[in-house]
């Protein structure tokens, strides 16, 4: 299976076509970023982009990936700088035990893409596939209109 | 186990024909949930998302054909005009996850009593274009449902697309569940006014074995807004009126106890979402009117 992920051509043997998008990153590209919590769209913590769409990982098969390009939670930083809406996410105080995080990274990340200044209840509907067990949305909330002003003030 | 990648939609048939048991996987949302938790083993999966043309939507005639690949996303962003009882719809289903990838044709391939789609594509008196190496099949929607989650689909066919009018009047849609996001609905009930024609259409879901038209309560309600003119005048509803529809819908269903609902509770729902429905298109229309006038 032949895929580009965070830019980089991606091959991998033995693949069982109908497995996960998921399993194949975390399993067999080591690209453990994108969590795995419920195997079933409910949770959002494995929410990458495919071909530029924000998608559950979980459900996309492996086979499906062929060919297409994926960005996970590992291709949003820079070399070695934080993107801001991560940046945003550690100083809001937004990740406790940070399993929903990677998801919710990329999930803020498509928003901000779209809707750079989103109001409230456009954050919430924009999250509204990504559980958080710990924080509480407030801080959650928090992040998103820090991430957004900061990338207004870049 | 086999993965089928047809670039085309004739290789799609083909390989569809000659591997009658094949899976066919769009969005996955569905088939992914079901292969994640072992429920099912496909021998050989069907992807259909390399076929560009079956992501399209275009007008045909007098109706809009609806792309087998065509996600909710895409039918929110193009068609929330020309459709909005199903776009009010597909902006109920999962998350902004779910409705980038799931597809209107997987909602009709799985034949969930608990589609969304399914409410606003009875209401419409929308057709399923099914296609195989035979030829092309027009399935209306009333006989596309056979059972619970089964279809009238044959073993070697597969969706093109959905066809359905656009809307010649307000559309409604409610759906009653636990919370906001990602809920299977406890009842749907989707609304149709078509002053064209003078008929409603009235459909529900999670209330019978498979979605269902209020068959009874379309018939009530067109009659009675003919006989006293109210298509023309547009005149505020008779509550007496309202309260009949509510019922009538309401008699139409045949729900069971679930974990999502007790059968008592779906009935009593779905005619006060009835009711609501009813009166919030009617307002639309009235509104119209002053609109036009103006
Ligand atoms: C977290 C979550 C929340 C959800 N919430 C809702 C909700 O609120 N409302 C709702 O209605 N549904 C919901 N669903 C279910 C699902 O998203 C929908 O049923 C969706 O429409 C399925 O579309 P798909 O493209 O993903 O289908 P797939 O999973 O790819 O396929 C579904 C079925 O259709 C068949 N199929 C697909 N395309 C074709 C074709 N062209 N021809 C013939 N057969 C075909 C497949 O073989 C399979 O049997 C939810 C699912 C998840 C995981
Ligand atoms: S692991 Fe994919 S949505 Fe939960
Ligand atoms: S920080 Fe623990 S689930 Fe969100």
């Keep these: 299976m032949k895929c580009t992920v965070n830019g980089r051509p991606q091959e991998i043997d033995d693949v069982w076509e109908g497995e996960s998008l998921l399993y194949a990153l975390r399993e067999r590209m080591g690209l453990p970023g994108s969590k795995n919590a419920c195997e079933q769209g409910e949770c959002g913590s494995c929410t990458v982009y495919l071909d530029g769409t924000p998608v559950c990982a979980c459900l996309v098969a492996a086979g499906q990936a062929q060919d297409r390009d994926v960005v996970t939670v590992e291709g949003l930083a820079d070399e070695d700088e934080l993107h801001p809406v991560q940046q945003a996410f550690l100083d809001a105080g937004a990740v406790q035990c940070g399993f929903c995080t990677p998801g919710l990274l990329v999930a803020t990340h498509d928003l901000l893409e779209r809707q750079p200044q989103p109001s409230d209840p456009e954050i919430r509907e924009a999250l509204a596939g990504n559980l958080c067990r710990c924080t509480g949305y407030e801080k959650i909330l928090d992040a998103v209109r820090q991430a957004a002003t900061a990338k207004a003030e870049q | ?294």
């Design chain 2, 1 to 294: 186990m086999e993965f089928l990648r047809p670039a085309t939609w004739d290789e799609a048939l083909a390989a569809k024909a000659e591997h009658p048991d094949a899976l066919p996987i769009a969005g996955g949302t569905d088939v992914m949930v079901e292969i994640n938790f072992d429920a099912t083993r496909p021998d050989v999966l069907l992807d259909l998302t390399r076929i560009d043309e079956l992501a399209d939507w275009s007008p045909d005639g007098e109706r809009l054909r609806i792309g087998a690949g065509v996600t909710y996303s895409r039918l929110i962003a193009d068609l929330a005009d020309r459709l909005p009882g199903l776009a009010m719809a597909s902006r109920t289903v999962g998350s902004p996850q779910i409705r980038n990838r799931g597809t209107i044709a997987g909602n009709l391939g799985s034949a969930s009593p608990a589609g969304d789609a399914h409410p606003p594509l009875l209401a419409d008196d929308a057709v399923v274009e099914a296609h195989s190496t035979r030829g092309v099949r027009h399935i209306p929607i009333t006989e596309f449902y056979t059972g619970v989650k089964r279809n009238a689909l044959a073993k070697d066919e597969l969706i093109a697309a959905v066809l359905t009018p656009p809307a010649d009047g307000p559309q409604q849609f409610a759906k009653i569940g636990t919370r906001n996001a990602m809920v299977i609905s406890v009842t749907a009930f989707g609304l149709a006014l078509h002053p064209g024609t003078g008929t409603v259409g009235a459909a529900f879901g999670s209330a019978a074995p498979t979605p269902r038209r209020a068959t009874h309560a379309e018939e009530f309600l067109a009659a009675e807004l003919s006989a006293t003119g109210r298509w023309d005048s547009r005149a505020e509803l008779d509550p007496a009126t309202v309260t009949r529809f509510g019922a009538l819908v309401a008699e139409a269903a045949s729900p069971i106890d679930d974990v999502r609902g007790t059968a008592d509770y779906r009935t009593h729902a779905l005619s006060v979402m009835a009711r609501r429905t009813l009166v919030w298109a009617w307002t639309d229309y009235r509104r119209k009117r002053v609109r036009t006038c103006a």
